[in-house]
């Protein structure tokens, strides 16, 4: 089993770009999670989704965050624009439902 | 609200002798709570939960709800048990699939 796939694995850009996240999770896990992960912090939840369905986006920051689940599966977690601030390391995790969190290895963001 | 306190951000010992890694939460319901584990250059991957009641890799951890506590354990460490330790805690009822972490001990194991 692959386990969660997540691209880029590195990403610099400079403050005021767009960027984009992608997220792949474990076959046939319905529930999807976006976690941001600042320098001497655990992992923040963003969003979760239930199949397509965004059921929690409470700590998403709507200004400049979006995120989509098309079909079900892969997900997309953007930033426009981006800031200083938001430099840290997005995890995406799935599950069958509430049960266990699987990881993927993380996209490091850098904004200059 | 749920929080988690891991008080320790370094933890540092020699191979072969106990170790324990401190983890605090608050929570007002009955939480379940898990120890994840980062070692170098790999991906965050769950240690144990204390549903399980299991040992993984010599691992344990009792959940002390009077102390409102779950400390990882181990008798004697070893060099390839360095890494970053994150307790969490996943609440019931209507938030049971957030997981909120605490800060994270990072352990390491000398020769």
């Known amino acids: 089993e692959a386990g969660v796939v997540q691209s880029p694995r590195y990403k610099i850009i400079e403050k005021k770009q767009p960027v984009a996240f992608w997220c792949n999770p474990i076959s046939g896990h319905n529930t999807l999670y976006w976690y941001r992960q600042n320098l001497g912090q655990g992992p923040e939840l963003l969003i979760r989704?239930?199949?397509?369905?965004?059921?929690?986006d409470s700590q998403l920051p709507k200004d400049r965050f979006s995120a989509e689940r098309l079909k079900g599966v892969d997900s997309t977690l953007k930033i426009q624009p981006a800031e200083l601030g938001d430099s840290a390391v997005y995890l995406c995790?799935?599950?069958?439902?509430?049960?266990?969190?699987?990881f993927g290895p993380g996209t490091r963001l850098l904004v200059l | 609200a749920q929080r988690v306190t891991q008080p320790e951000k370094l933890l540092s010992v020699f191979k072969g002798a106990p170790v324990e890694l401190k983890c605090n939460y608050s929570y007002s319901g009955s939480p379940e709570l898990f120890w994840y584990v980062q070692y170098s250059r790999q991906r965050l991957q769950l240690l144990l939960r204390h549903i399980s009641r299991e040992s993984i890799k010599g691992f344990t951890a009792d959940l002390n709800k009077g102390e409102t506590s779950f400390h990882l354990k181990k008798p004697f460490a070893q060099e390839e048990d360095s890494a970053m330790y994150y307790c969490a805690l996943q609440g019931s009822g209507g938030s049971n699939y957030k997981l909120t972490f605490g800060k994270g001990t990072l352990l390491t194991v000398n020769p």
């Open positions: 989704y239930e199949n397509e369905e965004a059921v929690d």
């Open positions: 995790a799935s599950s069958q439902f509430s049960k266990t969190q699987y």
